[in-house]
């Protein structure tokens, strides 16, 4: 059974940086794409960023662009997610999905991490 864990939350302060990382685990795991959701408390998840696992191509919400990065290594099926100058606004659980059947369809989930951003 092929799993997403997601790793590197945590508290930081504005203007500082994590870098959250996700791996896929099982014998066999493909996907079309692989990406970053977050969900703030009382809002809607969201779309972050998200990369091509064929082409590497990268695709990331407006709110991000410029702050946020990510990464892919084929060999490993793992994703990293590296955030430099959080703001406050930026707290939320960040979940790793895997569109596996098609480009755009998120249908696996990671349990979720914690970025908590201070002012």
């Known amino acids: 059974q092929v799993q997403l864990v997601e790793s590197g939350g945590g508290l930081v302060q504005a203007g500082g940086s994590l870098r959250l990382s996700c791996a896929a685990s099982?014998?066999?795991?493909?996907?079309?794409?692989m990406g970053w959701f977050r969900q703030a408390p009382g809002m809607e998840r969201e779309f972050v960023i998200a990369?091509?696992?064929?082409?590497?191509?990268?695709d990331s919400a407006d709110s991000v662009k410029g702050r946020f990065t990510i990464s892919r290594d084929n060999a490993k099926n793992t994703v990293n997610l590296q955030m430099n100058s959080l703001k406050p606004e930026d707290t939320a659980i960040y979940y790793c999905?895997?569109?596996?059947?098609?480009?755009?369809?998120?249908?696996?989930w990671g349990r979720g991490t914690q970025v908590t951003v201070s002012s």
């Open positions: 999905g895997a569109a596996r059947r098609s480009r755009s369809v998120y249908d696996l």
């Open positions: 990369i091509n696992w064929s082409d590497g191509s990268t």
């Open positions: 099982g014998r066999t795991f493909s996907s079309y794409a």
